[in-house]
């Protein structure tokens, strides 16, 4: 039998204390004990050391009736910062957030995918860029629209940007610079946990050029394999021989976030997203009745998938800016499948949007930098836990 190793429970505990503090803005030693039935001691000397670090910071105390009043203890937002890079096919965007997980910075660019050393020259001025103005140590996180086969150093499933494969050693070579990385589809959901109790149990799905997701269960990522949640194979319709986002009559035909502007600029009308979506605000009949239909099979889509696992919904991706005012017609549209619950008792919308696997990175960043650095920042101290 494997015993156990006492420094191995001390960092163990010290992810329970700084998860405790992801989750409230300020907490004591008492609520964290109490709330994971750790002793008083224990916590105190583990933020102690945190404390010691910069890692967490004392914010006062609170009010007491009587007797000692007990000190609250926060993050330490400055401690560390965190970069995430999320590439597509046209769109680089970027997340910057503190330690304490806030995000202090988002921006994108226009850069069509090409596998050449001028444009990761450019994502590598784009980073730059975006870091230009940070005063503290920080780390980058990276996703690119694929699937990370971590086995064979290869990114699969590249189809989206016009090439089949790409090792990883090959990206960290032409970046540049060391990062964490993973898949946009787990890191877009891993962004939706940070901070909340709520969606500990839920499905992400997320509207992008490639509609993906993730299935979190017990404030994790699940997983069967690099595949899963592939909703925009899901058929929705039988009557479809459209093919042009993936197989006829499915989720990805009719619900890719490039549906409605590239059948616009097939056309010869230049739309872009934000043109859509005022023309539609002004009563364009035409964008309406394409707007209709994008709803209808959106809502087909987040019935099925809430009746397979009976969770909540958390639609995130690029239409997630433009869905928030169609909240309760699209709750409308799913309630005509079924009314048994109302789906306003567990749709959502995410706050992130097509940011969402920007912030993942960086939060990957950060999950990671912990991970490597809480060893030894308890095992410099002469403490015992």
Request: a negative charge; aromatic letters at 10%; charged letters at 15%.
């Amino acid at each position: 039998m494997k015993k156990t190793n006492l420094a191995d429970v001390r960092v163990q505990n010290a992810h329970i204390i700084l998860h405790e503090l992801e989750l409230h803005d300020a907490t004591t030693n008492t609520d964290i004990a109490m709330a994971h039935h750790l002793s008083i001691p224990t916590v105190t000397k583990i933020i102690n050391v945190l404390n010691q670090n910069a890692l967490v910071r004392y914010l006062g105390e609170n009010q007491s009736s009587g007797g000692r009043r007990a000190k609250r203890i926060g993050l330490n937002p400055d401690y560390h910062y965190f970069v995430g890079l999320s590439i597509t096919k046209h769109i680089v965007s970027a997340a910057v957030i503190n330690f304490s997980g806030a995000i202090i910075h988002s921006d994108n660019i226009y850069c069509q995918f090409e596998d050449t050393p001028a444009y990761w020259e450019s994502i590598r001025n784009f980073a730059a860029s975006v870091t230009t103005d940070l005063k503290h140590p920080f780390s980058y996180g990276l996703t690119i629209d694929g699937i990370c086969d971590f086995d064979n150093n290869q990114i699969l499933d590249l189809q989206n940007l016009g090439i089949c494969t790409l090792p990883i050693s090959q990206i960290r070579n032409n970046l540049q610079f060391d990062f964490s990385i993973n898949n946009a589809s787990r890191l877009a959901g891993f962004a939706q946990l940070y901070g909340k109790d709520q969606f500990a149990n839920s499905v992400f799905v997320a509207l992008n050029r490639r509609i993906s997701g993730s299935l979190i269960l017990n404030n994790d990522i699940f997983s069967l394999n690099q595949f899963d949640c592939s909703f925009g194979n899901m058929v929705i319709s039988t009557g479809s021989d459209d093919t042009s986002y993936g197989s006829a009559g499915s989720v990805a035909s009719f619900c890719s976030a490039s549906r409605i502007i590239d059948t616009l600029r097939e056309e010869g009308i230049p739309d872009t997203y934000d043109e859509f979506f005022s023309s539609l605000q002004n009563g364009n009949t035409r964008y309406q009745k394409m707007w209709d239909e994008y709803l209808d099979c959106l809502a087909a889509t987040i019935h099925n998938i809430h009746a397979v696992f009976g969770l909540k919904v958390i639609v995130g991706g690029e239409m997630a800016n433009y869905l928030p005012p169609y909240y309760n017609n699209l709750c409308s549209r799913i309630d005509r499948w079924s009314s048994f619950v109302p789906a306003s008792a567990y749709l959502f919308f995410s706050e992130h949007g097509r940011y969402d696997a920007a912030v993942g990175a960086a939060l990957l960043a950060r999950k990671d930098y912990i991970i490597a650095q809480l060893p030894d920042i308890l095992q410099r101290q002469n403490e015992e836990v």
